[in-house]
């Protein structure tokens, strides 16, 4: 069986570095490794307009952002297919046959759902004119479009963060009663999470489980050095760490988060002088060194911050740089995504012909009209 893989986002803004260590990073590596036939990296489009179906342009705007995001992260369109996901009628068909394999309570129950309905404020109720207080259909199936996106392209492999193993599970829910119903025909994807638990989610600058544009708590890939050192500056650390001798928590300090998803070893030997006022020296050889003596005491947070800057702003200058190129060349940029949107439909439609063939619905493929005529001719005689 060819190994495939099937991610992607949503395109609702710029890809932030909470994505970067979530997800983007390690498609980069994946793609790198030769392990996979296929890499399917999918613009979600159809699926952010199930809660921004009045703001259309919106969801438009940002199509080229995160292709922008994805390929000047190293995303190779040479090495991965990139396409946009309503360019592909075939998952909105999948989408609705499964539906019916899926009951409105088994949906409930979905932690992601559940979760999601509720940060995004939607409720059961209606303001008594269908406006948006309810909960929009599209929305609370996302599940079963989810899973129409991964079974598409015969996924084996699917990248995500911890919070969307539910969707996963219900995707090989959806997987094996379809096949149960109807003959073996689509593959069962298997998860795979972030390998670094810092990346399992990066929380927003202030501190808050999740980094939100409308938080104003992201740090974004295309942000400047300035917006960077800034961002950085104003951090959450620990509140408690008033004076630079008290003793400081690392366990919850966001600085911390950060440089336990970014820092690596060769970043002490080349920032190992920062500057806060006056240039002092840094003189550590590990993370761990750090944090035990921020522990201890004696360790300022603008010096953590400070190194902080340097080791996030390393891993984004060439990032921002390959951004600015694109930018100069958008319709390659947007040729690439209509190549990929091609051969992601040939490949979708492929499968919805196996479905329907299981399902019994190809009523006009070759060969299959003749003996249903047959059939129905020897019923009527």
């Given at each position: 069986?060819?190994?495939?893989?099937?991610?992607?986002?949503?395109?609702?803004?710029?890809?932030?570095?909470?994505?970067?260590?979530?997800?983007?990073?390690?498609?980069?590596?994946?793609?790198?490794?030769?392990?996979?036939?296929?890499?399917?990296?999918?613009?979600?489009?159809?699926?952010?307009?199930?809660?921004?179906?009045?703001?259309?342009?919106?969801?438009?705007?940002?199509?080229?952002?995160?292709?922008?995001?994805y390929?000047?992260?190293?995303l190779?369109?040479?090495?991965?297919?990139?396409?946009?996901?309503?360019?592909?009628?075939?998952?909105?068909?999948?989408?609705?046959?499964?539906?019916n394999?899926?009951?409105?309570?088994?949906?409930?129950?979905?932690?992601?759902?559940?979760?999601?309905?509720?940060?995004?404020?939607?409720?059961?109720?209606?303001?008594?004119?269908?406006?948006?207080a309810?909960?929009?259909?599209g929305?609370?199936?996302?599940?079963?479009?989810?899973?129409?996106?991964?079974?598409?392209f015969?996924?084996?492999?699917?990248?995500?963060?911890?919070?969307?193993?539910?969707?996963?599970?219900?995707?090989?829910?959806?997987?094996?009663?379809?096949?149960?119903?109807?003959?073996?025909?689509?593959?069962?994807?298997?998860?795979?999470?972030?390998?670094?638990?810092?990346?399992?989610?990066?929380?927003?600058?202030?501190?808050?489980?999740?980094m939100?544009?409308?938080?104003?708590?992201?740090?974004?890939?295309?942000?400047?050095?300035?917006?960077?050192?800034?961002?950085?500056?104003g951090?959450?650390?620990?509140?408690?760490?008033?004076?630079?001798?008290?003793?400081?928590?690392?366990?919850?300090?966001?600085?911390?988060?950060?440089?336990?998803?970014?820092?690596?070893e060769?970043?002490?030997?080349?920032?190992?002088?920062?500057?806060?006022?006056?240039?002092?020296?840094?003189?550590?050889?590990?993370l761990?060194?750090?944090?035990?003596?921020?522990?201890?005491?004696?360790?300022?947070?603008?010096m953590?911050?400070?190194?902080?800057?340097?080791?996030?702003?390393?891993?984004?200058?060439?990032i921002?740089?390959?951004?600015?190129?694109?930018?100069?060349?958008?319709?390659?940029?947007?040729?690439?995504l209509?190549?990929?949107?091609?051969?992601?439909?040939?490949?979708?439609?492929?499968?919805?012909?196996?479905?329907?063939?299981?399902?019994?619905?190809?009523?006009?493929?070759?060969?299959?009209?003749?003996?249903?005529?047959?059939?129905?001719?020897?019923?009527?005689?």
């Amino acid at each position: 069986m060819s190994k495939i893989i099937l991610t992607g986002d949503r395109p609702t803004g710029r890809l932030h570095i909470g994505h970067y260590v979530g997800s983007l990073r390690r498609r980069v590596e994946l793609q790198e490794s030769g392990l996979f036939d296929k890499i399917f990296i999918m613009i979600a489009d159809a699926q952010a307009l199930t809660d921004n179906a009045d703001n259309p342009e919106k969801v438009r705007q940002n199509i080229i952002e995160v292709a922008l995001d994805y390929m000047s992260c190293g995303l190779d369109p040479d090495k991965s297919i990139l396409f946009i996901q309503s360019q592909v009628s075939e998952l909105t068909e999948l989408t609705f046959f499964y539906q019916n394999l899926v009951t409105v309570q088994r949906l409930q129950r979905n932690p992601t759902v559940k979760a999601e309905l509720q940060w995004r404020g939607f409720s059961e109720s209606t303001d008594g004119n269908d406006n948006k207080a309810g909960t929009p259909v599209g929305f609370f199936c996302y599940p079963i479009s989810q899973a129409a996106d991964i079974t598409a392209f015969k996924a084996t492999t699917v990248p995500v963060g911890e919070d969307q193993e539910p969707m996963i599970e219900q995707t090989r829910e959806i997987v094996r009663k379809f096949n149960a119903t109807y003959g073996p025909t689509l593959v069962e994807p298997e998860i795979m999470l972030p390998d670094n638990a810092a990346c399992l989610r990066l929380p927003g600058t202030d501190g808050k489980a999740k980094m939100s544009k409308s938080l104003g708590n992201c740090i974004y890939l295309s942000d400047s050095e300035e917006e960077v050192r800034a961002k950085v500056k104003g951090m959450y650390t620990d509140p408690l760490h008033l004076q630079v001798s008290d003793p400081g928590h690392v366990e919850g300090n966001t600085v911390f988060t950060y440089l336990d998803a970014f820092c690596k070893e060769e970043h002490f030997a080349r920032f190992g002088e920062c500057f806060h006022g006056r240039k002092v020296r840094f003189d550590f050889h590990s993370l761990d060194e750090v944090k035990a003596q921020y522990r201890a005491g004696g360790l300022g947070d603008m010096m953590i911050k400070s190194f902080l800057f340097e080791v996030l702003n390393d891993t984004l200058a060439p990032i921002r740089a390959r951004r600015k190129e694109l930018e100069q060349d958008l319709p390659y940029v947007y040729e690439v995504l209509r190549k990929g949107s091609e051969i992601a439909r040939a490949e979708a439609a492929q499968t919805l012909a196996e479905v329907k063939r299981a399902m019994r619905i190809n009523y006009f493929d070759p060969g299959v009209l003749e003996e249903l005529i047959a059939q129905q001719q020897e019923r009527f005689q």
